[in-house]
């Protein structure tokens, strides 16, 4: 490990030892120009040999880093070769040994430049090549360009411009013992490059995850070769010049290039990568659009009123303002449908979302699953942050607790500076930020509405909460006092009236006055103890303690109507029992009261995890509950364990009261 660092350091100082005698030749060289170069060939071997130095640090085992350092060694012999050519030309006013060697470099080492990219582009990202049929392809490569380098130097043709003048100082081959292996180097040379672009190519449709990503990275950057050709075709076109092109397209290339290969190598914010690609391409197209179409409006104006008004400039410019806001959102869809397919579907699912949603044909509570069709995730799940309460809650308003697990990833969700809430989702989406805050950040409106329904939602929830604990709490408090009545003031009266007899039993037979006296006496307490018992049965009916039909039962005995009952056997909790028993024995109060009616039947049974409580009768009907009338109290008492009550009463058809109580199931 500490050689192969000191390797790499050693490559470092020798590359800046050159780079540095480079410029003191540039700069000592008489009328010697060298434009662009100046300023690209040392940023290029800087990039180049920076990330090498990285990666060969880092990854040792990787030989991605190692060729980026040969790379930038390469470039700065290169660069130092042509400097040392130069200066020894004539005018350069220079005179250095073996300049005839650094003209032949120059001018036949060339193939140099492109070994070590070509060999990147066999072994990335992994620093193995894709298969062990590549080996073949590799070995043809890497033969014909030493081929190259061997034979270019013993080529008869003279050195370019402006070196004619100058000797080779190796003989020159020429006829077919130098033609024909150049031209198969040359060949093989060809083909191996070729073949470097579909080993990454087919690198690229194999892979998935990670390293498709670092692949996809590698291949945006390599877009600049084909670009730089295209810009330098171009300019040679309209100024007879391609010195521009040539400069600012190698200038980026020696420096993006190295760059990406550095950062998908070491994964640094890989997944930040198709975001910025997708943006650069719509403002490159746009800007494109934008000048084509100031271009056009100021040629035809200016055509139109003469040169040397401002009328097309301004017009231009007016056309340009109106046109960006509509273009910008149709190239960015245009982009999005080719390069980034699932952000385009799922934005299009929003946006269909959110017009459903202002229709009216969608409620806001069905976000969640838009957003989880929208992303393809199934698991997904979205909460809702209650600031009053700093607690999440789901589309219902019950409290949730989201947090992140082995295979989900919890993602904040906010409008501008307002929290929303946190979507739950598939760990893989995070490998797709852009797609996943993109859509987030398109649903935004529709999670805010759906927060604010929520947050009713929750609060309605903890009202029902609060009456089902008052009617328990209450319900509760009735029991007590049935039992202190049955108890306590029950027994005791009845301890009373028999101590009563017994003193009755001990008086003299010829006592009769104070015998009627006690009688009279106990007959009272035994009346006492009658309303009592009826007290405490309205209180909390005791028959309740054998379970809801037994009550029921004894409940329709008690009624002056014919009352039929078929009800289930199960039990209930007990508020849902008493408050089913107070809905019956109030429906049938109001039926023998009020109706008219000649008998009434009472049915009760469970319905998928609801008590269903039903009172027919076949009264005159017509009834209408009022304020404070007996139905408005049945459908409060039940509407407070989360309940409904519905009145059934068409006048000449009698009245049906159904009051359905969630139980458990």
Not at 17 to 43: E, F, K, N, S
Not at 135 to 162: K, Q, W
Not at 515 to 522: F, G, N, W
Request: net charge neutral; charged share 20%; proline share 5%.
């Amino acid at each position: 490990m500490k050689g192969r660092r000191l390797t790499a350091w050693l490559t470092v100082a020798l590359t800046a030892g050159i780079v540095a005698g480079t410029g003191v030749l540039d700069v000592a060289t008489a009328g010697r120009d060298p434009g662009w170069g100046l300023y690209v060939l040392p940023l290029a071997v800087a990039m180049s040999t920076g990330v090498g130095m990285v990666l060969a640090t880092r990854l040792s085992a990787n030989p991605i880093g190692w060729l980026l350092l040969v790379n930038g060694l390469v470039l700065a012999l290169s660069g130092l070769a042509e400097g040392y050519a130069a200066y020894e030309s004539p005018g350069g006013g220079g005179s250095l040994p073996g300049a005839a060697w650094a003209v032949l470099y120059d001018q036949k080492a060339w193939p140099l430049l492109f070994a070590p990219f070509a060999a990147v582009a066999f072994v990335f990202p992994d620093g193995r090549l894709p298969s062990p049929g590549w080996r073949l392809p590799a070995l043809v490569a890497g033969g014909s360009l030493v081929a190259m380098l061997l034979l270019g130097p013993f080529s008869s043709e003279p050195f370019d411009a402006p070196y004619r003048d100058v000797a080779n100082p190796l003989p020159a081959l020429s006829g077919p013992l130098y033609k024909v292996p150049a031209a198969l180097a040359a060949a093989g040379m060809v083909a191996g490059l070729i073949a470097s672009g579909l080993a990454v190519r087919m690198r690229l449709r194999r892979s998935e995850g990670i390293e498709r990503r670092q692949i996809k990275l590698l291949a945006y950057a390599a877009v600049l070769v084909p670009g730089t050709l295209i810009a330098c075709w171009a300019q040679s076109l309209i100024t007879g010049d391609i010195d521009s092109a040539v400069g600012v397209g190698i200038g980026l290339m020696a420096v993006l290039i190295p760059l990406a290969i550095g950062i998908a190598v070491m994964r640094y914010r890989l997944y930040d990568v198709d975001r910025v690609v997708n943006r650069t391409l719509v403002y490159l197209v746009l800007t494109g659009l934008l000048a084509a179409t100031y271009a056009v409006v100021a040629l035809t104006i200016g055509v139109a009123v003469g040169a040397g008004s401002t009328l097309p400039t301004a017009a231009g410019t007016l056309a340009v303002a109106l046109a960006f806001g509509r273009s910008r959102a149709r190239v960015q869809m245009l982009v999005d449908r080719r390069f980034s397919r699932a952000r385009y579907e799922g934005l299009r699912q929003v946006e269909h979302h959110l017009a459903e949603l202002r229709a009216g044909r969608a409620a806001p509570e069905t976000t969640g699953a838009v957003l989880a069709e929208a992303l393809g995730d199934p698991s997904l799940e979205l909460f809702f942050w209650l600031p009053g309460s700093d607690v999440h809650v789901d589309a219902a308003g019950h409290l949730a607790r989201p947090a992140p697990d082995a295979t989900r990833d919890l993602t904040p969700v906010r409008r501008g500076t307002l929290r929303l809430g946190a979507v739950l989702h598939d760990r893989s989406l995070s490998e797709q930020p852009d797609v996943l805050v993109s859509v987030i950040d398109a649903a935004g409106l529709a999670i805010e509405i759906a927060r604010l329904r929520a947050e009713v939602a929750r609060r309605l929830a903890e009202v029902q909460e609060s009456r089902a604990r008052i009617v328990t709490a209450g319900y509760e408090e009735r029991r007590r006092l049935e039992r202190d009545l049955h108890d306590g003031a029950q027994q005791r009266l009845v301890s009373i009236g028999l101590a009563m007899r017994n003193v009755q039993r001990r008086l003299p037979a010829e006592d009769g006055g104070a015998r009627d006296a006690l009688d009279r006496t106990v007959d009272e307490l035994t009346a006492a103890l009658d309303e009592l018992r009826e007290l405490a049965r309205g209180v909390r009916p005791g028959c309740l303690d054998d379970g809801l039909a037994p009550a029921l039962r004894e409940l329709a005995s008690r009624s002056p109507l014919k009352t039929e009952v078929a009800a289930t056997g199960e039990r209930f909790e007990e508020r849902i029992e008493a408050a089913a028993y107070f809905v019956a024995s109030e429906a049938l109060t109001n039926s023998a009261k009020h109706a008219h009616a000649s008998q009434v039947l009472v049915t009760a049974e469970r319905r998928n995890g609801t008590l269903v409580l039903s009172v027919r009768d076949d009264g005159r009907g017509g009834a209408q509950p009022s304020e404070r009338s007996g139905l408005a109290g049945i459908s409060d008492r039940v509407a407070a364990l989360g309940g409904s009550v519905q009145i059934t009463s068409p006048p000449g058809h009698g009245t049906e009261v159904v009051a359905e109580l969630p139980c458990e199931s």
